[in-house]
């Protein structure tokens, strides 16, 4: 009768000791899978959407501008939600005084030959206008040759834009067509 129930005490024991030893075993186990399941479960949207973010992140765009008062580009694609990094090279020698270039971005249903003709009225802001400034999604320095400006903004919406130099002028044969797909 006293070997029996400390026998059984001593298995009950036992079995509480593994238990107790166990639980929290099982429970890390069960921790662990399922941290590798969260894991196996991102790891492979986590490459797609690097994939996707790296051709859609940041785009590089150059144009050039030069002594004949021409764009080496009429048209610019990017796609929608890209950044953009433009750069403007004036790859004349002529100096901003009489061949200036700048690259100017405006806003769908924005009056390009009106903003060009307010333009030339606004030399001491860069050549462009300030009334018009809410017409600008972006735009560089105004360049004689030889300089360069490198600018940083997020695509608009898709659509067609236009962007144009704003020296007095030249928009007429310096615009094109910012397209974004
Ligand atoms: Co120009």
């Known amino acids: ?4 129930p400390i026998s059984f005490l001593a298995f009950i024991a036992i079995v509480f000791l593994i238990t107790s030893c166990s639980e929290p075993g099982d429970t890390g186990d069960q921790e662990t ?5 969260q894991e196996e479960t991102t790891a492979p949207e986590e490459p797609a959407t690097t994939t996707d973010e790296a051709t859609a992140e940041t785009v590089q765009v ?3 501008g030069n002594d004949q ?3 080496s580009k009429e048209e610019i694609r990017v796609k929608a939600g890209q950044t953009v990094e433009l750069t403007l090279k004036h790859v004349g020698e002529l100096p901003v005084a009489s061949m ?4 100017v971005l405006l806003k769908e249903g924005a009056d390009m030959e009106a903003f060009a003709m307010d333009a030339i009225q606004a030399k001491d802001n860069d050549y462009i206008p300030p009334a018009r400034e809410d017409d600008v999604i972006a735009h560089t320095k105004m360049l004689g040759g030889g300089e360069t400006d490198t600018i940083t903004f997020e695509a608009p919406a898709k ?3 236009v962007f144009l130099c704003t020296f007095p ?9 910012f397209i974004v797909e």
């Open 1 to 4: 009768m006293r070997k029996l």
């Open 33 to 37: 899978d399922q941290t590798t399941t």
């Open 62 to 64: 150059e144009i050039t």
């Open 69 to 71: 008062m021409k764009f």
């Open 100 to 103: 200036g270039h700048n690259w």
């Open 159 to 161: 659509g067609t834009y």
């Open 169 to 177: 002028g030249h928009y007429m044969a310096m615009n094109g067509k």
